[in-house]
């Protein structure tokens, strides 16, 4: 058996080039992230007062006085490194060329 390729996986996979269709702003990978970003911090926020009033323990005064630690500053500092990576990472899937 032979096998035939796959047209329609090789057309369906860059999205700049189908009729009709511009390439996306160039600050939209910025505003996804930092939304994504913004409802990941609200996210764990309550999830953490939520688990704070089920068990009795004020776990949010606790991630502040850990953040308010030379250690966890730098953890902080990281993750917003991480965040970084990940919004160029994104920028150069939108900058790549097919």
């Given at each position: ?12 996979s ?37 688990l ?47």
């Amino acid at each position: 058996m032979s096998r035939q390729p796959d047209d329609d996986r090789s057309r369906g996979s860059d999205r700049s080039t189908r009729p009709g269709e511009t390439a996306p702003p160039p600050g939209r990978w910025l505003l996804s992230t930092v939304l994504q970003t913004v409802v990941a911090v609200i996210g764990l926020g309550v999830v953490l007062y939520a688990l704070s009033r089920a068990f009795g323990i004020d776990l949010l005064g606790m991630t502040a006085a850990a953040l308010a630690t030379q250690t966890g500053q730098w953890i902080a500092i990281a993750v917003v490194a991480l965040i970084a990576m990940s919004a160029a990472m994104r920028a150069v899937r939108f900058a790549r060329a097919p």
